[in-house]
């Protein structure tokens, strides 16, 4: 059965570099049929997809956030992860990652709350 | 602002059959028949219960039904359970992105 895990800080200051990582347990994240990505919550609101990307390393990212987002992929590991540049109290949410069939969120990590803060 | 529009709630009794709209454009739900349906109970990761407008995975309840027409997709219930009430959250493809409804509450009355 297919799992993934985030993981990563829980609290990151503004202006820094919000970091994640995503591990994929059950199935290869070499698998040509999925894309892998990230969605966020902020507490008490709506969804938001952040990106995706492909194994092969192609990406497509939120058009809002793109400025300040890199997803990467480490098919060695079964790995993907996300980076959130200048962060700021805004992007306080709960990070989601989750497997792609095309854009169809197929299956979704249990989330993990980042806040940002001082 | 989400690029989706959705009702923020919707009620209804036990047995009941209720319908939640998403309201896009032919850019996204109109133009395309990547409309998804997420169910979210409170505290929990968000579920896939409709995909490509109108198909449901294996093991969702056949009480859940999706359509489209024009640029508005819509999510039906039918014979409302308890266990129904939750967030759900619309979705649809547009230029390479993703974009989600802004989440409809469903109480059972």
């Known amino acids: 059965q297919l799992q993934l895990q985030e993981s990563g800080p829980g609290l990151v200051k503004p202006s820094e570099t919000l970091s994640l990582t995503c591990t994929v347990s059950?199935?290869?994240?070499?698998?040509?049929?999925?894309?892998w990505g990230w969605i966020r919550q902020p507490p008490g609101k709506g969804l938001e997809w952040i990106g995706s990307?492909?194994?092969?390393?192609?990406?497509y990212y939120n058009p809002s956030l793109k400025s300040r987002v890199t997803i990467s992929v480490d098919t060695s590991k079964n790995q993907f992860s996300l980076k959130l540049s200048s962060v700021t109290a805004a992007d306080t949410a709960v990070y989601y990652c989750?497997?792609?069939?095309?854009?169809?969120?197929?299956?979704w990590g249990q989330g993990t709350l980042v806040t940002v803060s001082s | 602002q989400s690029a989706l529009t959705q009702p923020a709630s919707v009620s209804g009794s036990p047995g009941q059959s209720i319908t939640i709209s998403c309201t896009g454009t032919?850019?996204?739900?109109?133009?395309?028949?990547?409309v998804s349906w997420y169910q979210q109970h409170p505290g929990k990761a968000p579920k896939l219960m409709i995909y490509?407008?109108?198909n449901r995975p294996s093991g969702v309840s056949n009480r859940f039904s999706g359509s489209k027409s024009g640029n508005t997709a819509s999510l039906t219930i039918s014979g409302l359970q308890a266990e129904d009430e939750a967030d759900y959250y619309c979705?649809?493809?547009?230029?390479?992105?993703?974009?989600f409804g802004g989440g409809t509450k469903l109480t059972v009355l």
């Open positions: 989750a497997r792609l069939l095309t854009m169809i969120v197929t299956h």
């Open positions: 059950g199935g290869s994240i070499s698998s040509s049929s999925y894309y």
């Open positions: 990307i492909y194994y092969s390393g192609s990406t």
């Open positions: 032919s850019s996204d739900v109109g133009g395309y028949n990547y």
């Open positions: 490509e407008v109108s």
């Open positions: 979705s649809s493809y547009t230029s390479s992105s993703l974009g």
